[in-house]
């Protein structure tokens, strides 16, 4: 009898004994099953979130518990290969979702080997038995791969990441893409929306929090890129999943560009918040050495690769800030206006 234990689950002969996951496998059998790696950052829990409604989802996170209604969470440490591997094998996953990883670019920058570690290394553990078992491993990587010194950048273009962050996140991609013989990438743009963490507020959570208080919101006026509600990323995945996409590279993107000052503008004049409250200001952003003034930096990733795959229109900044306030307000049919209304700012023809 094949027997092993991880965290507060056990697995015989490959099958979990969780009474409650069990039960939901023979309730929902036609369902993908989903593990996302990382269910304890904002995009993995985001994304959990939205597809415990078409999948079958099981999260994994590492320091800090973490507990979604609905799914099944396990504590892995994606450097330990061993872990991986039995995760993968038993619950026979179609789908591996890599959302671990160091997001900040000063902490990367300060830890260089640790971003490097859980930025690529952890990555090429999950690759590995997702290819050993047939599975699909979905990596969600940067704008940061591109120094931002370009006016618009498409696909095809080369990494030229100027910090370690974007390095690493150049190098996974790199990874996937000469080794796996079935993934898929999403290259995304500054996503924004409320996590799961209490311990690790959003930057949106945080502006949020300084407009409730009445307090000043500073935000930096320089650095330029797109910014998209990450239910937008959600929708676009579970789209690319139930087609079968494969082999892949896209760019996630809105239409347009705008500095956190901007879209803090934006946002203030959608939500009715005071817009006096906003101040401009400038970011610190850790460039390394020979490269230009962040200043100068701007990262307009071209989405029309995903528009003409999927047929589809992204949103533009404005757009989305309008999504995500009908959404908090609860006037916003999530099925229908992710397919038809103008408003959600995409739409499939």
């Known amino acids: 009898m094949f027997r092993m234990k991880l965290g507060r689950f056990c697995v015989f002969d490959g099958r979990a004994s969780n009474t409650c996951y069990n039960r939901a496998m023979i309730d929902q059998p036609q369902k993908k099953t989903i593990l996302i790696f990382g269910v304890d950052t904002f995009a993995g829990s985001s994304i959990a979130q939205f597809f415990k409604k078409h999948f079958r989802v099981i999260g994994t996170y590492h320091d800090e518990k973490t507990s979604i209604s609905g799914i099944l969470t396990i504590p892995c440490d994606v450097l330990v290969k ?42 090429f553990n999950v690759a590995e038995f997702c290819q050993r078992y047939k599975a699909q491993v979905c990596y969600l990587s940067s704008q940061y791969v591109f120094s931002g010194n370009q006016v618009n950048y498409i696909e095809m273009d080369i990494p030229d990441p100027n910090t370690v962050y974007g390095r690493t996140k150049s190098s996974s991609e790199f990874y996937l893409q000469k080794t796996s013989l079935n993934y898929i990438i999403f290259r995304c743009c500054h996503l924004y929306g409320r996590g799961q963490s209490v ?17 000043n919101v500073t935000a930096d006026a320089a650095l330029k890129m797109g910014f998209l509600d990450v239910d937008y990323l959600s929708m676009l995945m579970k789209v690319c999943f139930e087609k079968n996409v494969m082999n892949r590279l896209f760019q996630i993107c809105s239409k347009d560009i705008d500095s956190h000052y901007d879209f803090a503008k934006k946002y203030s004049q959608i939500f009715k918040e005071n817009t006096k409250l906003i101040k401009a200001g400038l970011w610190p952003f850790k460039l390394e050495k020979g490269n230009k003034n962040s200043q100068l930096q701007s990262y307009q990733l071209d989405p029309v690769n995903i528009e003409g795959f999927l047929n589809i229109t992204m949103p533009t900044v ?27 700012g995409i739409s499939f023809i």
Do not use: H
């Open 82 to 123: 061993e872990e991986v591997q039995l995760l993968i094998y038993a619950f026979k996953v179609d789908i591996c979702i890599y959302a671990v990883g160091m997001e900040s670019i000063y902490e990367c920058d300060q830890n260089p080997q640790r971003a490097e570690a859980i930025n690529t290394s952890g990555l």
């Open 318 to 344: 404005e757009e989305s800030i309008q999504y995500t306030y009908e959404k908090f307000n609860g006037s916003v049919d999530q099925k229908s206006s992710w397919s038809k209304s103008k408003s959600a």
């Open 199 to 215: 311990l690790k507020q959003t930057w949106f959570e945080k502006i949020q929090k300084n407009f409730l208080k009445s307090e």
